[in-house]
């Protein structure tokens, strides 16, 4: 039996600009990574971000977290994961694995969690209705 909760998996290829002096991936891209693997994941939902804010809610980061175990480097080609565990409430919480080709080796990983605001007041709301639909179906 599988657990519950949704992941989703999103390449990405180190450019030079991302690193620093040594050609290392400067430390906060990572949060730039883990943004567009959370993008990737929304959409592969069949809820992408810009559906959501069409509904008036926006989807904020209030909290990150990063544990670097391992560097990457210029032209690396990294594989991000992406995955929710727990049930989302007025808040969701995502979770992050970095990889580097075909090694399993974990080079960085953490989470981030988010409150859904209401895009005219800023004030905290539940999700969309349609986003709850969908979070039915990974947490039965």
Do not use: W
């Amino acid at each position: 039996m599988s657990e519950p909760g949704f992941t989703c998996v999103t390449d990405i290829r180190v450019r030079y600009a991302e690193t620093d002096g040594m050609r290392v991936v400067y430390h906060g891209n990572y949060l730039t990574y883990f943004e567009q693997a959370r993008t990737e994941m929304l959409r592969a939902m069949g809820l992408p971000y810009a559906a959501i804010e069409a509904m008036g809610i926006f989807v904020v980061v209030v909290e990150a977290h990063v544990h670097y175990r391992r560097p990457a480097a210029y032209d690396d080609r990294l594989q991000v994961r992406a995955s929710v565990r727990e049930r989302p409430t007025n808040r969701i919480r995502i979770e992050y694995a970095v990889t580097r080709g075909d090694d399993p080796a974990v080079l960085v990983d953490g989470y981030t969690m988010h409150a859904f605001l209401d895009a005219r007041t800023g004030r905290p709301v539940r999700p969309p209705k349609e986003f709850e639909t969908i979070m039915q179906s990974f947490f039965p």
